[in-house]
């Protein structure tokens, strides 16, 4: 069973919209959750991180964590074509270790 | 400036070659790993080590092998008991604190193909 899911989209939304990525994780241990921005090609690279319940915002971007659901959002506003890639949840393990999803692939239409 | 750095970019292995990718940080992470990504996949964790002289397997070990010698450094070899060794390997880096995550740095990825 997978520990951290995601759907693999493609998720489309048009220019300037609000994006809605979403994760569930099975470990209720996990503290820390990730999201990784996965451009075609590419390596991951971190856009936000969460380990508190609630909201948190960091310019475009919000991610929510919501422990007694055990579910992770990442919302993008003002989505741009630059915002097309694939978004890799990520959720602490054991020993320091990253429980990564599959990914959602977002594409932001003109 | 800090980073990780693997090389090289791209590898061909022949058939019953054993190849070895770098994977180097000047980061002073204590922790390091290497994931394999698959076309449309998640990453899969290969091998981890959270100290020098020390490495456990991950959840897709077989046909690979690593080493940590240095804090620097970690190695990945394939191996030529990996059968279907074609794919995005990548390394990954993190402060190890023991009971706090900051996530991963990672490298650039070493995409390895069998010819």
């Known amino acids: 069973q997978k520990e951290v899911e995601q759907n693999s989209g493609p998720l489309s939304v048009p220019e300037g919209a609000i994006a809605s990525l979403n994760c569930t994780y099975s470990d209720r241990g996990s503290q820390s959750f990730f999201w990784y921005r996965q451009y075609s090609g590419k390596s991951p690279e971190l856009i936000m991180f969460i380990y508190s319940n609630g909201d948190k915002e960091d310019g475009r971007f919000t991610a929510q964590l919501n422990k007694a659901s055990q579910y992770v959002s990442l919302l993008i506003r003002d989505s741009q074509p630059s915002d097309s890639a694939t978004y890799l949840c990520a959720g602490t393990g054991t020993a320091s270790k990253l429980t990564f999803g599959t990914g959602t692939r977002l594409q932001v239409t003109l | 400036d800090g980073g990780i750095t693997q090389s090289p970019k791209y590898l061909f292995r022949k058939e019953g070659q054993n190849v070895t990718l770098s994977c180097e940080q000047n980061?002073?992470?204590?922790?390091m790993y290497w994931y394999r990504q698959d076309p449309g996949q998640g990453l899969r964790l290969i091998y981890y080590s959270q100290i020098v002289n020390d490495f456990q397997k991950g959840d897709i070990a077989e046909g690979y092998s690593v080493s940590r010698e240095k804090k620097e450094s970690f190695p990945l070899t394939v191996t030529s008991a990996q059968k279907n060794p074609t794919a995005f390997y990548l390394c990954?880096?993190?402060?190890?604190?023991?009971?706090?995550?900051?996530?991963?740095?990672f490298g650039s990825g070493t995409r390895l193909t069998v010819v």
């Open positions: 990954a880096s993190s402060i190890n604190s023991g009971t706090e995550n900051y996530g991963y740095t």
């Open positions: 980061l002073n992470h204590d922790a």
